[in-house]
């Protein structure tokens, strides 16, 4: 069997980590499999090497900071490969020019385009553990590009898919998939398995088990995938197609707090100027989430919506450099705010979940701004001063659901 091994940095974040995981690796391969394994950097190496970066200049080249950041993947492949053969086993590190993965030019922000399998197979037929950096690729200049946030679960499924690996480990600091997150709900339960559709919404709502980029290659290229602990033996979470469980009304809540909502009103009431405004969104790669529109009684309209927190500056930005695009429009802005999500298959199927979600929310005396539905998930816009006490009382209000 042929597997692939992820560990984040804080798995490998000083020596004795590194050998905690090259043993668990180890152990993995004298099972008889051939063994791939994918390293972030170790624990705070990011963290220094953009603050190194920063003192030097506030807005440094793009493309030097991807030859930067990528030598922290670098340090943990060779100090774990040499730790590997110190125990007396044959490993073998490889950086992403050396696989090599080729990606886009975006740096930063780079896509996998294709992954050529030919070293990494003719090193696991030597009898050798591969370990490949995470987070990194190489362009079509020949430069070194990153992949951005989430980048090395992306690697290690993309490997995967492309080694046509039976199985894809992520080993993270929980040991799976929670109905909620377990620092906020204790009560919270394991998931021992979820579609590939929950865990895109999962990610999609702020849980930092798995980013969104890799579940969505995950599902395109059908790869059985597990998120794990590194810290113990225990089963972790699937995440497939489907599930043999039978569907529950929900399989958990998620919160969201890293997001800000601009309002937009008196804009034109036609329908080009909602165009105009998402249209400008879209074009300089901002996301829209949750988005309400109403009209007004003078014949104006009102655009609501939420954008990441990171992105909020840029888009108020935008709105003031391409002022011309809503008109004489006022644009305001508020950050306290977060979003309370239940997820789950049973959402479009039951119309209780939606009654069952605000009965919660109301009988905590919170009062909810906007609100947003899809076939798996409803999703509603409050205080972000609230939103741990909205995770517990919406968890609460379905524990039934897990029992």
């Known amino acids: 069997m042929l597997v692939v091994m992820k560990f984040g940095g804080s798995s490998v974040a000083d020596l004795d980590k590194i050998r905690n995981v090259a043993e668990r690796c180890i152990k993995k391969w004298r099972e008889g499999n051939q063994v791939v394994v994918v390293l972030s950097a170790m624990g705070k190496t990011t963290d220094r090497l953009l603050a190194q970066a920063g003192e030097i200049s506030s807005m440094p080249s793009r493309r030097e900071m991807d030859m930067l950041l990528a030598t922290g993947e670098q340090v943990s492949v060779s100090l774990m490969a040499m730790t590997m053969i110190r125990m007396g086993v044959t490993a073998i590190s490889l950086n992403a020019w050396q696989v090599p993965m080729h990606t886009t030019s975006a740096y930063q922000n780079a896509k996998l385009k294709r992954i050529d399998s030919e070293r990494i197979t003719k090193e696991l037929d030597s009898n050798k553990i591969v370990v490949v950096t995470g987070f990194q690729g190489v362009n079509k200049y020949d430069d070194v590009t990153t992949l951005g946030r989430g980048g ?206 605000f009965e919660a929310l109301s009988n905590a005396g919170i009062n909810t701004d906007m609100v947003t539905t899809s076939e798996i998930r409803i999703t509603a816009v409050i205080k972000e001063s609230e939103a741990e006490m909205a995770m517990r009382a919406v968890h609460d209000r379905f524990a039934s659901e897990w029992d």
């Open 152 to 357: 090395s679960d992306t690697t290690a499924v993309a490997l995967a898919a492309a080694l046509n690996a039976d199985l894809c480990e992520i080993y993270t600091d929980v040991d799976g998939v929670y109905t909620a997150d377990p620092r906020i709900v204790p009560d919270a339960r394991k998931m021992p398995e979820v579609t590939y559709e929950e865990m895109l919404e999962f990610a999609s709502l702020g849980a930092k088990v798995l980013h969104s980029r890799c579940v969505e290659m995950a599902r395109r290229y059908n790869v059985n995938l597990v998120v794990k602990s590194s810290m113990s033996e225990e089963e972790g979470t699937v995440v497939k197609e489907t599930t043999k469980m039978e569907k529950m009304l929900i399989s958990g809540v998620a919160v969201d707090k890293n997001i800000a909502k601009i309002a937009v009103s008196g804009m034109k009431g036609n329908p080009e100027s909602t165009f105009r405004l998402l249209n400008l969104m879209a074009k300089n790669g901002v996301n829209i989430d949750v988005m309400i529109q109403s009209l007004e009684k003078d014949g104006t309209k009102t655009l609501t919506f939420t954008v990441a927190r990171p992105d909020m500056m840029m888009t108020l930005e935008l709105l003031k450099k391409y002022s011309d695009v809503i008109g004489n429009a006022n644009v305001s802005c508020e950050e306290d705010v977060a979003k309370v999500s239940v997820v789950g298959a049973g959402v479009s199927s039951n119309p209780g979940v939606a009654a069952k979600m």
